[in-house]
């Protein structure tokens, strides 16, 4: 077997992961975004604040799950960590809110439509971001430069 094939085989099952785990935290995402909009009139009239609400719930189960089972990251850097998953999220979250309003406000479609579409482009740009920044393992990096 090649390296480029086992490379390839473990980008896989990292993305499976993450794509498994994406389902449960895009659950959490909507199910809180839809029952605070659908629940009350102050949250219905201010849908990108109950957005943003329901992004910080949904990022920390995210992180925790991402870094031990779809990344496999054994590391201790907790604080570094979440600060660079976060970072790499507010701007995922950058997206998805300006696809929300632009969709709302521009497109006058329904929300949870724009909210939808809005899905795929953050879940490239997080993946992408959080294997090769967030979880890049330090060990890996000084094995790699000293061998």
Known sequence: MRIADLVNAELRRSFIRYATIGVSNTALNFGMYAALTRGTTFWRAHYLAAN???FVVAVTWSFFWNKRWSFG???RRY??????????????LGIEQGMLALGVATLGILDLLA????APLVVLWNF??????AFKEIT????TDHS
């Not at 604080?79 to 995922?92: C, D, E, H, R």
């Not at 909210?115 to 809005?118: D, I, Q, R, S, T």
């Not at 890996?140 to 094995?143: L, P, T, V």
């Open 115 to 118: 909210k939808l579409l809005a």
């Open 128 to 133: 992408t971001m959080y294997r090769v920044w």
């Open 140 to 143: 890996a990096q000084i094995r």
């Open 52 to 54: 943003a609400l329901a």
């Open 73 to 75: 990251n054994r590391e």
């Open 79 to 92: 604080g570094v960590q979440y600060a660079k998953f976060i970072l790499v999220t507010v701007v995922g």
